[in-house]
C-alpha cells in the first residue's frame, strides 16, 4: 500500500528507508506485520502509561462504544463527562476546580492560554494579556502554543511568526541561588503589569533534551507568581500521572497551581483526550451576569469525548487499584542503579534522573555514532527516539524488573560498542 501520510517530526530521508507497519500492542510490547516485537521504551511518545491491551481500558472502550458515542459539551453533558471532572477535581490540592476539555495535549495548553488572558479581561484588568514560558519550553505545536514554547530545533521556520515579550532562563543553579531561580524572578517582576501567566513544564523540559531543574525552583515560581499577580500554569501533559515518581510532578514542590493541563496519560494514550483544569477562583468570573458578557467562547468538537472519558475514568481506576505511581517510584530507583555504571563510560557527559526517565547524556563527538547506536537497538527490539546526542528511557510504567534491566543492558553494551 503507498503511504499517504504526513508524518510528524519525520525526516524525508526516514521516509525513503521504510516504516514498520505497527499491527499489534501488548504490554510494553509492539508488533508489526511480520510478526516482530517491539520494547516501546517511550511509551509511544511517553503516552501509554499502564502498557497496550490493558484488558480493563479496552473493556470501557467496547462498552461506552455500545452505549453513546458523541455528544457535545455546549450546553450538554453526559454521565461520563460528569464523572472525569469531579474525579480531576479530586485529584488537586484543593477540590474547588471545573475542568475545560479537549482531545490532545496541546488544545488544553491552547484552552488554558485563553481562560488566563481572558480571565483578567474579566476582573478589569486587560492590559495583562503576555504569557511566557522557559526558554526552550514545549507546549504543543500550535501558533498559540509557540508564542509560550519554542523549541529552536524544531520550530525555527516559525520564528517571524510568534513574538515572544520574555522568557524565562532555563535555571542554573550557583552557590549564592541553589536553585536557579533569580533570573527567572527579576523577569516576572520586571513584567508583571503585563503578564496574565507563566507556563511551565513542570520539573523536566521534554522535548528541549530532558533538561531538568529543581522541585525547589517550582516552588519559588508559585510562590512569585502569587506575590505577582501572575497565574501559573502547570503543563503535566508529558509528566503528569506517575511518571516522575508522583502522581503530578508539581506534587513534589507542594504547590497549588491555578491551571494544570493533562494528557497523554490521562487515557494511559488509549483515546485522544485531554484537560484543563481550572481554580474555581478564576472559573467563576466566566459568567455573562454582569455588566459584561464574560463568557468563555472556546470549544472542541470532541471535548469530553464520551468514549475517550470512559477510558479515562478506566484509566484512574487501574492507577488506583495497581498502585502504579508508587510502583513506579520504586521502579526508577531500580532503574537509576542499573543504569549508574554508564556514568563511567568515556563517551557519557552525564546521566539524569527524574522518576521514571532516565537519561543517558553522550557527549557532542559521539553525533556520528547516533544513528548506527539507534538502529543496533532497533535490530535488538527496541523503540528509542534520541534527541540529538541524548537517550532516554521512559517506559510504561507497567514494566517489569527483567524488561527493564535488559533495556538498561542494551542500551549500556551499545553505546560500549560504537563509542
Not at 117 to 132: A, G
Not at 198 to 214: D, K, N, Q, T
Amino acid at each position: 500500500m503507498k503511504n499517504k501520510i504526513f508524518h510528524p517530526y519525520t525526516p524525508f530521508s526516514n521516509i525513503e528507508k521504510g516504516f514498520l507497519n505497527i499491527v499489534r500492542g501488548e504490554g510494553i510490547y509492539l508488533f508489526d506485520d511480520q510478526g516482530n516485537k517491539y520494547v516501546d521504551i517511550v511509551s509511544s511518545w511517553w503516552a501509554v502509561a499502564l502498557g497496550h491491551g490493558h484488558p480493563k481500558i479496552v473493556k470501557a472502550i467496547q462498552e461506552q462504544a455500545g452505549i453513546l458515542q458523541h455528544s457535545i459539551t455546549g450546553s450538554l453533558t453526559h454521565p461520563t463527562v460528569l464523572e472525569l471532572a469531579e474525579r480531576l477535581a479530586g485529584l488537586m490540592p484543593t477540590p474547588d476546580r471545573h475542568s475545560v476539555f479537549a482531545s490532545d495535549g496541546c488544545s488544553a495548553v491552547e484552552a488554558a492560554l485563553k481562560v488566563a488572558i481572558q480571565y483578567w479581561y474579566n476582573v478589569d484588568r486587560p492590559d495583562k494579556t503576555w504569557i511566557i514560558g522557559m526558554d526552550q519550553g514545549y507546549h504543543g505545536d500550535s501558533m498559540g502554543a509557540l508564542g509560550a514554547g519554542f523549541v529552536d530545533d524544531f520550530h525555527k521556520p516559525f520564528e517571524r511568526a510568534v513574538s515572544h515579550p520574555a522568557k524565562l532562563p532555563f535555571p542554573i543553579p550557583t552557590e549564592d541561588d541553589p536553585d536557579g531561580f533569580l533570573p527567572s524572578q527579576t523577569v516576572i517582576e520586571q513584567h508583571k503589569d503585563k503578564l496574565a501567566a507563566v507556563i511551565v513544564e513542570p520539573l523536566c523540559l521534554g522535548s528541549a533534551g530532558m533538561r531538568m531543574y529543581s522541585a525547589g525552583y517550582l516552588k519559588q515560581l508559585a510562590d512569585c507568581c502569587a506575590e505577582n499577580d501572575v497565574l501559573l500554569i502547570v503543563d503535566e501533559v508529558a509528566m503528569g500521572f506517575g511518571r516522575t515518581g508522583k502522581r503530578f510532578a508539581f506534587n513534589h514542590a507542594n504547590i497549588d497551581p491555578d491551571l494544570v493541563c493533562m494528557g497523554k496519560g490521562l487515557t494511559a494514550g488509549y483515546m485522544p483526550l485531554s484537560a484543563c483544569v481550572v481554580k474555581d477562583s478564576i472559573y467563576d468570573t466566566f459568567t455573562d451576569k454582569g455588566e459584561k458578557d464574560c463568557t468563555f467562547y472556546h470549544g472542541n468538537t470532541f471535548a469530553g469525548h464520551p468514549i475517550g472519558c470512559a477510558a479515562a475514568l478506566a484509566a484512574l481506576d487501574i492507577y488506583e487499584a495497581e498502585g502504579t505511581v508508587e510502583r513506579g517510584a520504586e521502579m526508577a530507583e531500580k532503574m537509576k542503579q542499573w543504569m549508574l555504571p554508564m556514568a563511567k563510560l568515556e563517551c557519557v557527559e552525564e546521566l539524569r534522573f527524574l522518576g521514571m526517565i532516565g537519561v543517558v547524556q553522550l557527549k557532542p563527538e559521539t553525533k556520528p555514532c547516533i544513528l548506527k547506536i539507534k538502529q543496533a537497538l532497533f535490530e535488538q527490539g527496541y523503540l528509542f527516539r534520541p534527541l540529538g546526542t541524548m537517550f532516554y528511557l521512559m517506559p510504561p510504567l507497567v514494566i517489569t524488573d527483567d524488561e527493564l534491566r535488559g533495556a538498561v543492558s542494551a542500551l549500556q553494551q551499545t553505546i560500549e560498542e560504537f563509542c
